[in-house]
């Protein structure tokens, strides 16, 4: 259960403004458990598990409506 709590806990850490400001190639450490992460050369953001860089969700957001959605991989 705690790493289900870690993830929620990542998961609302994201913010538009942290979306926003992310490069290309950049890694924020959203916990312990979890990193934002930029792709080098595309516009996909996602959360990763740490430990294991496994992908986790797909970020997708909008900064007209500040709406962001999670997406399960």
Do not use: P, R
């Not at 806990?9 to 290309?24: C, N, P, R, V």
């Not at 598990?49 to 900064?63: A, D, K, P």
């Amino acid at each position: 259960m705690e790493k289900q709590n870690k993830l929620d806990q990542a998961l609302d850490s994201i913010t538009i403004e942290k979306l926003g400001l992310l490069d290309y190639g950049e890694e924020v450490q959203l916990n312990d458990c979890y990193t934002l992460y930029h792709y080098t050369e595309d516009e996909v953001i996602v959360v990763n598990e740490t430990e294991t860089w496994t992908e986790m969700f797909q970020v997708l957001f909008n900064l007209n409506n500040n709406e962001i959605t999670f997406e399960a991989l």
